[in-house]
């Protein structure tokens, strides 16, 4: 079992927990959470498989979640920008110049801003389960949820499984940590997709770690309000981006249908695009995908 090294850094007074495994003179890959994730929600299986493909691999708790600070986003609301300078507090906190990102939907995102604004901390930028920055969401998903067709000139929305879970979830909010808990994994259940196994027990044990080690687990809902600012840095092209870039999408996938994925790399010059069958929006609660995962990871990393 695999040793990390803990330590918080980050800019200013902002606290960012993160963990670095494997020996520091190896190429760093530096992994990138989604909206509202922990940063353990890359698991052990997958760091263990990168740094026996000489990998150093660094995870971290995003701002307001796990063990890393809360903001008050009232008094001190904050943007995708922010996130990424969270991201380049962490490479700086372990002396690391430049790495490979690997991110996964919103960590896509940040991975994508950092490749435009900040190129030189970026050797390669693997996208999993991610859209292009600049896309707003937002219609597309009003008009779907209200009965309306798409827009021809719009990626599409989620699915209506995916939908019909966000409405029912408002509807009947959780009152008790246990119902909490319970919401959650049927969320990352939904997340997973129709086609391959969930693992409920391992997504189970995910949720109870995330709620015994979080400073504040509502506090990760602030990911969604920073994820609705749409500032002009976030409109850059990404024809601007020069690293060698891998993008990673379920043919499941329930939140960002396929055509998101297609969409980000025609949009990135010689991006590739791996399609993986059968995976959803998020690949570790279905058996055998983390090893897909890391064997893709190391191939483009190489």
Not at 67 to 83: E, G, I, K, Q, W
Not at 134 to 139: E, L, Q, S
Not at 225 to 236: I, Q
Request: hydrophobic share 45%; charged share 20%; glycine share 8%.
């Amino acid at each position: 079992m695999l040793t990390g090294d803990e330590k918080f850094v980050g800019p200013g007074r902002l606290r960012l927990w993160a963990q670095r495994f494997g020996h520091p003179a190896d190429p760093a890959v530096l992994l990138v959470m989604g909206t509202s994730t922990q940063g353990i929600g890359w698991p052990d299986e997958l760091l263990e498989a990168l740094v026996a493909g000489g990998r150093q691999v660094i995870r971290f708790d995003h701002r307001d979640t796990g063990r890393s600070d809360c903001v008050d986003f009232a008094t001190h609301p904050y943007a995708l920008a922010d996130m990424a300078a969270d991201t380049v507090a962490v490479l700086d906190g372990y002396g690391v110049t430049a790495a490979h990102i690997v991110g996964i939907s919103l960590g896509g995102t940040i991975g994508q801003w950092l490749a435009v604004h900040r190129a030189a901390r970026v050797h390669t930028l693997t996208l999993m389960a991610s859209s292009p920055m600049a896309n707003n969401p937002g219609p597309a998903w009003a008009r779907a949820m209200a009965g309306q067709p798409a827009r021809a000139d719009e990626l599409p929305p989620p699915t209506a499984r995916f939908l019909d879970h966000v409405m029912a979830s408002a509807r009947t909010p959780g009152t008790t940590p246990q119902l909490r808990m319970d919401a959650d994994i049927e969320t990352w259940r939904v997340l997973n997709g129709d086609v391959l196994p969930f693992d409920e027990p391992a997504a189970r044990q995910f949720v109870e770690h995330c709620y015994a080690r979080a400073h504040n687990i509502a506090a990760a809902s602030n990911h969604d309000l920073a994820g609705r600012r749409w500032d002009d840095d976030r409109r850059a092209s990404l024809s601007a981006i020069t690293a060698p870039t891998l993008v990673l999408h379920g043919s499941a996938d329930p939140l960002f249908p396929p055509a998101h994925g297609e969409a980000l790399a025609a949009q990135i010059p010689a991006a590739r695009l791996e399609i993986v069958p059968g995976m959803g929006h998020h690949p570790f609660f279905s058996p055998g995908l983390t090893e897909r995962i890391a064997d893709s990871t190391i191939r483009h990393t190489g």
